[in-house]
């Protein structure tokens, strides 16, 4: 994006600039940012894979709500984004949770 950024949101309590009509997942990666969760077993890094809410890669806790697709969830100025908990996998009856890619 060109334009300055209007807005600001925080990651693990970390300031970060954000554009209007950015996902989260767009957010954190023009920020730098490229993983915010790991897999279960290996403990590998996991953030934006497909880009469009089809696998559970990207999963993180906006404003307290655990298990959000950082890919589908638009920014708005002030909210509080964490690394994902746990496992990081979607909460029962959301989804196999399979399609996309494995998770190691």
């Known amino acids: 994006m060109t334009s300055d950024p209007t807005w600001t949101v925080t990651f693990d309590g970390r300031p970060i600039p954000v554009h209007p009509g950015q996902s989260v ?3 954190l990666t023009d920020a730098g940012i490229r993983s915010w969760r790991s897999t279960r077993k290996e ?4 953030g934006l894979f497909c880009g469009i ?9 906006v404003d307290d709500q655990l298990n959000q697709r950082a890919c589908l ?5 002030g909210m509080r984004l964490e690394s994902a908990v746990a496992d990081g996998h979607p909460p ?11 998770d190691d």
């Open 73 to 77: 969830t638009p920014v708005r100025p």
């Open 53 to 61: 809410g089809i696998c559970y890669d990207c999963l993180i806790t």
């Open 92 to 102: 029962p009856g959301s989804g196999n949770g399979s399609a996309g890619s494995a």
């Open 25 to 27: 997942g767009a957010a």
């Open 43 to 46: 403990h590998r890094p996991r």
